[in-house]
């Protein structure tokens, strides 16, 4: 298998009954098949085996599609979206549209894509503003579906944003140690902790990190959880059931400091690092989208990097000041250090973080020392939510204080985000370069300022 092309595929899951109209499929072979990977009814190719031919004419007669349209890879053997289902007729729908709106930058599947696109990052949640340019304000990454949760009546609750399926009893075995919590998921199969879902030994597992954040809701607390629509705070039954407002863990080691592993509380949301000889919740998850290998969501890379690209693929520094994040589409600013620290609230007359992070742009005479060359205009710079934030922090490649790679100046303490404490306005999460950890504090602190930009 190309392993430089494995880097860059993402993992699509269609069922059998997904179906594509000929203009669709025809936009895909020009825009899009090298960055998909299909496994769906119907199919007898597999990535792997197409993977294997290095000519057009074994790869054509295997009925794999050769690339030769350079995005990013030209010359590739890659599965063809369009034979892997025989049914060209009808439209992507229901669960297939949510996961591949998300995975292909979440364009209008009715019509014919305009530009390839990376996975963008999910909002919040959080939609109440204190502030202009908080995350309440400009409430940016992919919007939720409605409904967010599908309650499948087998035990079983679907995200219907990532595509991950949860245990509905979300206090099945109480408090266990890391060790024991992973084993009890792993165990987990139909008949036990009232599943009916047909589920084996070996189909769950623990959630990682950011599967685990990836329930919480920014806006609520007691516990941190979305209902069934999305749109309101979570209680017994909507859709879980026995969630505690407590530390759950999550399968992510610290990679800083090894006997430790990330947990997240849900009560407030806040991601805690614990000994793995703790005692704390078990909440098992199997399927989706985000795989059990990684703390970093999968992403279609189909856009190249224009400039240079580090050695597993994730950051590309793209010479004009700003560093992109090629699993997320989210651009940086290559200085880390170029915002400073400042506030959230302060005093009238002075600058606060939002505002701080809004003089950047190209051109900006706040820019000073910033190296901005990208063309970017005013407003397009802003400070990152939480999600935004956090992720850098893991999977592939994550970005710490000795560990920057494009990045320059990136402080060993607290960086800012644009999203509100729910329980208390006057604070705010922030984000550790130093350990990956995060946490709230009030607004009057001043802490760093790493603006970032996006086209959602």
Not at 249 to 271: E, L, R
Not at 405 to 418: A, D, L, M
């Amino acid at each position: 298998m190309n392993k430089i092309l494995t880097l860059v595929t993402v993992l699509v899951t269609l069922s059998a009954s997904t179906a594509f109209s000929q203009d669709l499929c025809d936009s895909y072979h020009d825009k899009y098949r090298v960055c998909i990977e299909v496994g769906a009814a119907g199919s007898n190719v597999d990535y792997d085996d197409c993977g294997t031919y290095t000519n057009e004419t074994d790869c054509n007669n295997a009925d794999c599609f050769w690339n030769d349209q350079g995005l990013p890879f030209p010359g590739t053997c890659v599965v063809d979206i369009c034979l892997a289902d025989s049914n060209l007729s009808g439209r992507v729908s229901g669960a297939d549209l949510t996961v591949l709106k998300r995975d292909l930058g979440r364009m209008d599947c009715e019509t014919t894509p305009d530009v390839p696109a990376p996975a963008p990052v999910e909002k919040t949640g959080q939609t109440t503003s204190y502030a202009t340019g908080d995350d309440g304000d400009l409430e940016k990454g992919v919007a939720w579906p409605n409904p967010r949760f599908t309650d499948n009546g087998d035990g079983t609750v679907t995200d219907n944003l990532t595509g991950l399926i949860w245990l509905k009893n979300a206090n099945c075995f109480g408090t266990r140690s890391w060790n024991n919590a992973l084993s009890d998921s792993n165990g987990l199969s139909s008949g036990s902790c009232g599943l009916t879902d047909g589920s084996n030994s070996g189909d769950w597992r623990l959630p990682n990190k950011r599967e685990l954040i990836s329930i919480t809701h920014d806006g609520y607390y007691g516990p941190s959880l979305p209902d069934t629509a999305g749109t309101g705070n979570w209680s017994q039954g909507d859709p879980f059931n026995n969630v505690q407002s407590d530390y759950y863990w999550s399968a992510t080691t610290n990679a800083s400091s090894t006997n430790y592993t990330w947990s997240v509380h849900m009560y407030y949301g806040y991601v805690y690092d614990a000994y793995k000889t703790n005692y704390y919740y078990v909440w098992p998850v199997r399927g989706g989208i985000v795989g059990s290998t990684t703390t970093t969501i999968p992403a279609s890379v189909c856009t190249p990097c224009e400039g240079t690209l580090s050695a597993l693929g994730r950051w590309c520094d793209q010479g004009d000041g700003t560093v992109k994040d090629m699993t997320t589409g989210l651009v940086w600013l290559k200085k880390a250090d170029w915002g400073g620290m400042y506030p959230l609230w302060a005093d009238f007359g002075s600058t606060d973080a939002h505002h701080r992070a809004a003089q950047l742009w190209d051109g900006s005479t706040y820019e000073g020392t910033a190296g901005l060359s990208d063309g970017s205009d005013e407003g397009e710079w802003r400070l990152p939510t939480m999600t935004q934030l956090v992720g850098i922090t893991d999977g592939n490649e994550y970005i710490r204080d000795n560990q920057m790679y494009f990045f320059t100046g990136v402080q060993s303490y607290f960086y800012w985000s644009g999203t509100s404490y729910a329980p208390n306005p006057h604070g705010a999460w922030w984000v550790s370069m130093y350990g990956g950890y995060w946490n709230n504090d009030n607004k009057d602190n001043p802490y760093y300022v790493w603006p970032v930009r996006s086209d959602n």
